[in-house]
């Protein structure tokens, strides 16, 4: 495994903790995925949203999860923000969340 990933503030990882069973263990096994691949993992489990921004795609059988993050210096992932999906499309608010942390991380 040659990338390490970490999150922007705890409170997001406690929240990725709380999702149901099914969405968390898919979850789980992309970011394994994450980890090995690096910026190589594609869909269905990542997709680029643009900008340096990507997001992870777990399912489960309790609705779909997504994890926005990006790659910092040093084979390291940043998870920047998380949600439970509500609707087919991914909220502008969930996006602009994401890309402000992106930059706190970038700009240090």
Same mark, same amino acid.
């Given at each position: *495994?040659?990338?390490? !990933?970490?999150?922007? /503030? &705890?409170?997001?990882?406690?929240?990725?903790?709380?999702? &149901?069973? =099914?969405?968390?263990?898919?979850?789980?096994?992309?970011?394994?995925?994450?980890?090995?691949? =690096?910026?190589?993992?594609?869909? &269905? /489990?990542?997709?680029? *949203?643009?900008?340096?921004?990507?997001?992870?795609? &777990? %399912?489960?059988?309790?609705?779909?999860?997504?994890?926005?993050?990006?790659? !910092?210096?040093? @084979?390291?992932? !940043?998870?920047? /923000?998380?949600?439970? %999906?509500?609707? @087919?499309?991914?909220?502008? /608010?969930?996006?602009?969340?994401?890309?402000?942390?992106? %930059?706190?991380? @970038?700009?240090?």
């Amino acid at each position: *495994m040659n990338y390490t !990933v970490e999150y922007f /503030h &705890p409170r997001i990882k406690a929240e990725i903790e709380n999702w &149901p069973d =099914g969405i968390l263990a898919d979850y789980a096994k992309i970011v394994e995925l994450l980890m090995e691949f =690096g910026p190589n993992l594609r869909m &269905p /489990h990542s997709r680029a *949203m643009g900008g340096g921004l990507f997001e992870l795609r &777990p %399912k489960g059988r309790e609705g779909t999860g997504r994890a926005f993050y990006c790659f !910092v210096i040093g @084979q390291r992932v !940043v998870i920047l /923000h998380a949600f439970i %999906k509500k609707t @087919q499309d991914t909220p502008e /608010h969930e996006l602009k969340i994401a890309r402000k942390r992106m %930059k706190e991380v @970038q700009n240090g």
